[in-house]
């Protein structure tokens, strides 16, 4: 049974950093694109990055472009979300989701999700 598990999620000050964490099981991590999303209060859930299954492409939504950088360790079946300069803006649950088998970094299907992991950005 595929499963996502996501974590690293903390109240941070304006400009600090985060890592997050996402471990899979239940499936071939290396055969598939994974992503990220994230979810603000009151607003509908976003797209804000994907990693190919290799590592040799990445793409970032232009809200985090620059500051957030997504990275896997194939080894490990675990995927990261490293954060920097982090706003308020980014105040959001973060998803991990499992894109598509042997996909490009183009594809956005996903089919399965973690549950989420909270991520506060606040003075």
């Known amino acids: 049974q595929v499963q996502l598990v996501e974590s690293g999620g903390d109240q941070v000050q304006p400009g600090g950093s985060l890592r997050l964490s996402c471990t899979a099981s239940g499936f071939t991590f290396s055969d598939y694109v994974m992503a990220w999303y994230r979810q603000a209060p009151g607003k509908e859930r976003e797209w804000v990055a994907r990693i190919t299954r290799l590592s040799y492409f990445a793409k970032y939504a232009d809200s985090v472009k620059g500051r957030f950088a997504i990275s896997r360790d194939n080894s490990k079946n675990t995927l990261f979300l490293e954060m920097n300069d982090l706003r308020p803006g980014d105040t959001a649950v973060y998803y991990c989701?499992?894109?598509?088998?042997?996909?490009?970094?183009?594809?956005?299907?996903?089919?399965?999700w973690g549950q989420g992991t909270q991520v506060t950005v606040s003075s």
């Open positions: 989701a499992r894109g598509e088998y042997f996909g490009i970094v183009d594809g956005a299907r996903t089919d399965y």
